[in-house]
């Protein structure tokens, strides 16, 4: 016999196999699902089969077998309600995303799923799927062939007035945009977000995604106290719920501390009750940045960078900011250290910064051109040459008035000589 009988001896038949010999397990389980029997009790254990054939499959991260097993299973989904073929195909698609490595076969499964919802006429399942493509085109960088299904997809469910999955889909939209930094679409996107969830119960977790995503805006306008207060928000949403999120909102509180210089409150956050909890890399190179801050030291900042790379270059919204830093950092010690000379090597100025002489000779180009002051590189000589600022003259300004004045007496002159000869 080729199939085993759907029922709960068969199940815990599979279970009592799990943990010696996990291959015999799933193979039990496949032969539950291979049971013809379509009676309610039988539909009840399949479901149950399933379950556990996914949790099994994705500890052995075999991602090909869950996405055969989602195809094996579609006449099943004739037998069961809709709802609960669509609790199950989120189910599949959320746990081949638990497995590294797979973000083009879960676009692939999705797009899948896509056309044969669209054969099955499967709307309210289909646009969760779409929602979720979606999403995994924005981490895989195809942000056009992501807007255009977003934007057909929006116009749907905005007809549909189904808000919760709107608050999701306006978020999406809203990092979409910040991707592609359309700053102003991003923050209209975002502002639709939270009309829609203001209408209806949003769970902590969205809760807190939508938090973040305006604390991320408001950092991008340089607006880092309100951008501190909703990453604050983000993190307690994602504390409560031991989402891995919240060491990203606590990172990016202690990038707005350091932003807004008060890089002494970092140690004091992370040495509280909840950022203790957090400890790690993530922090570590926060702790790091801040140091570097308070001290005003370059070469530690450049040290930090390279060690933390993952943490730091590797994070774009961390990065956008901390280049604006450091670029701050490195003017303001450049303009301290050419103050005294009106004449100075630039070898000099790059053993004093501590810093690599071209660096430092781009650097100074980039700031005589921004008009940051007035100078010239002598680069046959290797020199800075400073030059005094600039008086303006004062005899331009009052010619200008004297000619103003005259202006105003002549046509004073031309009213009165006209009411004469009147």
């Not at 308070?294 to 990065?319: C, G, N």
């Not at 100025?349 to 010239?376: C, N, W, Y």
Request: charged share 25%; proline share 4%.
């Amino acid at each position: 016999m080729s199939f085993l009988p759907a029922t709960t001896e068969s199940i815990d038949l599979a279970l009592e196999a799990k943990d010696t010999d996990p291959s015999k397990s799933i193979s039990i389980l496949y032969q539950v699902l291979d049971d013809p029997s379509s009676s309610p009790e039988a539909l009840r254990m399949k479901e149950q089969a399933i379950t556990n054939l996914t949790d099994l499959l994705k500890q052995e991260n075999r991602a090909e077998d869950l996405r055969s097993l989602l195809t094996q299973l579609r006449p099943f989904f004739s037998l069961i309600p809709k709802a609960k073929t669509a609790k199950i195909v989120r189910s599949i698609i959320d746990s081949v995303a638990k497995i590294p490595g797979t973000s083009d076969l879960q676009i692939a499964l999705c797009k899948e799923m896509v056309q044969w919802t669209r054969v099955e006429k499967r709307s309210f399942l289909r646009q969760r799927v779409e929602a979720r493509l979606a999403a995994l085109l924005m981490e895989n960088k195809e942000y056009s062939e992501a807007l255009a299904l977003l934007s057909g997809l929006v116009k749907e469910v905005r007809r549909l007035d189904d808000k919760l999955l709107l608050v999701d889909i306006d978020l999406l939209e809203s990092k979409l945009h910040f991707s592609l930094r359309n700053l102003p679409k991003a923050k209209a996107a975002l502002t639709a977000a939270r009309t829609a969830a203001n209408a209806i119960y949003v769970p902590p977790a969205q809760q807190g995604a939508i938090d973040l995503q305006s604390g991320i805006l408001h950092a991008e306008e340089k607006d880092y106290k309100t951008a501190y207060s909703y990453f604050f928000e983000a993190f307690e949403s994602f504390n409560a719920l031991d989402d891995p999120k919240a060491v990203f909102s606590l990172k990016y509180m202690l990038l707005c501390k350091i932003m807004v210089s008060q890089a002494d409150d970092v140690t004091g956050i992370i040495s509280s009750k909840a950022g203790l909890k957090y400890l790690g890399p993530d922090l570590d190179a926060m702790k790091a940045v801040a140091d570097a801050h308070s001290k005003r030291s370059l070469k530690l900042f450049e040290i930090t960078l390279r060690d933390y790379k993952a943490q730091l270059e590797e994070d774009p919204i961390v990065h956008r900011h901390l280049s604006s830093l450091y670029d701050t950092l490195l003017e303001q010690n450049l303009c301290r250290l050419i103050e005294p000379f009106s004449r100075v090597e630039i070898a000099h100025i790059a053993e004093l910064i501590e810093l690599p002489v071209d660096h430092v000779e781009r650097k100074l180009s980039q700031m005589i051109l921004d008009k940051k002051f007035a100078g010239t590189l002598d680069q046959g000589a290797g020199c800075l040459v400073i030059f005094d600022d600039p008086k303006t003259d004062a005899i331009y300004p009052a010619t200008l008035e004297t000619i103003s004045n005259t202006g105003k007496v002549v046509d004073s002159l031309f009213v009165r000589s006209a009411k004469i000869m009147a």
